[in-house]
């Protein structure tokens, strides 16, 4: 008995190992996630009919609003000023690659034209356009990347069952089957209709960690459906298999600051950070606490130099404009971008680790040190830099900047320097 017991073990043991191994990514798919880690700036737009509260995205749980009773906000969302081509210039001025739109949120409302559910912005709003197919039109002719963001966790479906004991890996109040169903359904509808669409972005599995989301299935099918579409899934946790990219919300990877990222530790694949634009993902009429310009770009700069994405997130109005407050800085940031970008598109981090006063991109032979605090000794001491550097220059101007090379690494000389009020970017050529 013992010996069929064990046997059985070790047979589910190896079945488990494998399926967590399984994932081959295509050639093309190896290329999308090359093309992801070259894009390093990406807009997160969190859009839905809880704008209409101006009170952010959560508003339906954290005001304990009835189900039936929110979704009468649909009767009157009504997007008149949605413009997709303004938000793709918007994206573009401000020197992003690439937008990931909420498709569906918790509420459960879908902003896309779905058959799976009568819950969508076509059928249930006098809007009756999808503005999800204007805005991966837009982006397909500008050549901007489209993700979706896509809720695992709906806090109205009664197959979902919100708030249900787990058990046995599906909810006890729910029907399990037809919950994944759906989910697979809108998802087919996403990868297959809208065109540019390169990724999905998962949330809302931190919900119900004991359940059986059927991981294997959801993603098996957005590969067999697009093998190019990569998928990341924010579940503060390890990366799991099947997945093509990780990301980390409101943190640079490896930091913990909001207690998010505590499981989640880095893995292989490339990497994103996400961070709002003031406090709030959905549009929020009192959030006043906007970042700066040196706040976006130190943060842009520092996920990079830990070789990470950053999207950066709006919350537009519910008539489908952004406001200005946001446009105006993000403005500046493109401007930033358009003069050192060099230093930033196309790079990678952490080839050599984050330092005291920065961060260092690289890209072919050249490093790129950003002094983000400049030093009160006269110098910024690059540690274990490989090869011969032949040339050490300041990117805003090309002028020469001294330094010595040593086994240890580099000292450069910034006696001479004025520092740059954001980022000092200092140019190391190697052979
Ligand atoms: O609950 C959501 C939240 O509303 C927002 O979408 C963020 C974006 O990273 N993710 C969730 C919390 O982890």
């Known amino acids: 008995m013992l010996k069929k017991l064990t046997l059985i073990f070790l047979l589910l043991y190896c079945a488990l190992a494998n399926a967590q191994t399984t994932y081959t990514p295509t050639a093309d798919n190896l290329e999308t996630r090359q093309h992801f880690q070259d894009m390093k700036f990406g807009l997160f737009i969190h859009w839905g009919i809880y704008s209409e509260m101006g009170a952010g995205e959560w508003v339906m749980h954290d005001r304990n609003i009835p189900y039936n009773n929110y979704k009468r906000l649909a009767d009157f969302f009504n997007p008149q000023s949605f413009n997709a081509k303004e938000w793709v210039q918007f994206a573009k001025r401000a020197g992003m690659k690439y937008i990931t739109i909420t498709s569906r949120h918790h509420d459960g409302f879908s902003m896309f034209g779905t058959k799976a559910s009568p819950y969508n912005i076509v059928d249930a709003t006098p809007y009756h356009k999808d503005p999800l197919m204007e805005l991966a039109q837009e982006c397909q002719k500008e050549g901007i990347e489209l993700h979706f963001y896509y809720s695992l ?3 109205g479906r009664p197959d979902y069952a919100f708030g249900s004991p787990i058990v046995n890996g599906a909810p006890a109040n729910g029907d399990w089957d037809s919950y994944i169903k759906f989910m697979k359904d809108q998802l087919t ?6 065109p540019a669409v390169k990724g999905i972005w998962f949330d809302g599995y931190w919900e119900r960690t004991n359940a059986n989301w059927r991981l294997d299935e959801i ?4 590969h067999k459906l697009n093998p190019t579409v990569i998928i990341g899934n924010n579940h503060h946790e390890a990366v799991k298999d099947g997945e093509d990219f990780q990301m980390f919300e409101k943190d640079l990877p490896g930091g913990n600051t909001t207690g998010f990222s505590g499981k989640s530790k880095i893995g292989e694949l490339p990497l994103e950070t996400c961070e709002t634009i003031n406090n709030s993902w959905g549009f929020n009429i009192n959030d006043r606490s906007y970042k700066s310009v040196k706040q976006i770009v130190q943060y842009l700069v520092n996920a990079a130099g830990h070789n990470a994405n950053f999207l950066l997130n709006i919350g537009p109005m519910p008539n489908g404009k952004i ?26 981090g952490n080839v050599i680790a984050p330092q005291q006063w920065g961060v260092v991109t690289s890209k072919n032979n050249t490093l790129y040190a950003h002094v983000l605090n400049m030093p009160q000794q006269p110098y910024v001491f690059v540690p274990s830099v490989k090869g011969k550097v032949t040339k050490v220059t300041l990117l805003s101007d090309g002028r020469s900047i001294k330094y010595r090379q040593l086994p240890e690494g580099v000292f450069v000389y910034t006696d001479n320097l004025k520092p740059d009020a954001i980022d000092t970017i200092i140019e190391l050529t190697t052979n």
Request: aromatic share 16%.
């Open 153 to 155: 966790l709906d806090w």
């Open 189 to 194: 509808e996403l990868i297959t209709k809208y």
């Open 219 to 222: 993603y098996g099918l957005i």
């Open 323 to 348: 406001q200005p407050e946001f446009a105006d800085t993000l403005v500046l940031v493109g401007n930033w971008m358009q003069k050192n970008g060099e230093s930033i598109y196309g790079t990678r």
